[in-house]
């Protein structure tokens, strides 16, 4: 007779809320905001335009990774909610602020979509250069280190987070 064990049950909110305290913890560091832009700004002052699209360049990555990883559409909305309700307090102190802030991630989602889909680029060097210069030209810099640092990790990011999730899915059932 053999025994099935059966995954362990977590539910979405938990992982939802985790990725979004990882981009704070991590990403949005300073600590790792002035290791990436200080060395390639040449120790220039960061400004806020950059820290604005760097966290939503991650969200996108995060976004995009859930998308492709979790197979049912309840759990990937119910994540995509908990998600950015999280980040957006964590970034915003009104609720004005949450609303402007909420419209500039949706067109940028969707500026950073529309380089991923066919027929504008085929190529995945094509498509990550072009992603690593509509994050310059949204970040309000033309530093051509800052455009390659992004163009050279845009795959490598989104690959790392969807293979955690999916690797995680294997081993755990997501909850609502």
């Known amino acids: 007779m053999?025994?099935?064990s059966q995954k362990k049950k977590v539910p979405i909110r938990t992982i939802a809320e985790h990725f979004g305290e990882q981009?704070?913890?991590?990403?949005?560091?300073?600590?790792n905001l002035n290791t990436i832009f200080g060395q390639l700004l040449n120790n220039e002052t960061i400004d806020t335009g950059l820290t604005i699209e760097w966290l939503i360049f991650n969200m996108f990555i995060i976004v995009k990774s859930v998308e492709i990883s979790i197979d049912s559409?309840?759990?990937?909305n119910e994540f995509l909610h908990?998600?950015?309700?999280y980040v957006y307090a964590l970034t915003c102190s009104t609720f004005e602020e949450a609303?402007?802030?909420?419209?500039?991630?949706?067109?940028?989602?969707e500026s950073y979509s529309a380089k991923l889909s066919p027929p504008y680029q085929s190529n995945p060097g094509d498509i990550?250069?072009?992603i690593g210069i509509l994050f310059g030209e949204n970040a309000g810099t033309q530093h051509i280190s800052v455009i390659y640092y992004i163009t050279q990790i845009f795959f490598r990011k989104l690959e790392i987070t969807t293979t955690f999730?999916?690797?995680?899915s294997s081993k755990v059932e997501f909850t609502l």
């Open 128 to 130: 990550a250069t072009s």
């Open 99 to 109: 609303k402007i802030f909420e419209k500039l991630v949706i067109k940028r989602y």
């Open 165 to 168: 999730l999916k690797d995680l």
């Open 2 to 4: 053999a025994f099935f």
């Open 23 to 31: 981009i704070f913890r991590t990403e949005m560091s300073k600590e």
């Open 73 to 76: 559409k309840n759990l990937t």
């Open 82 to 85: 908990i998600f950015h309700s």
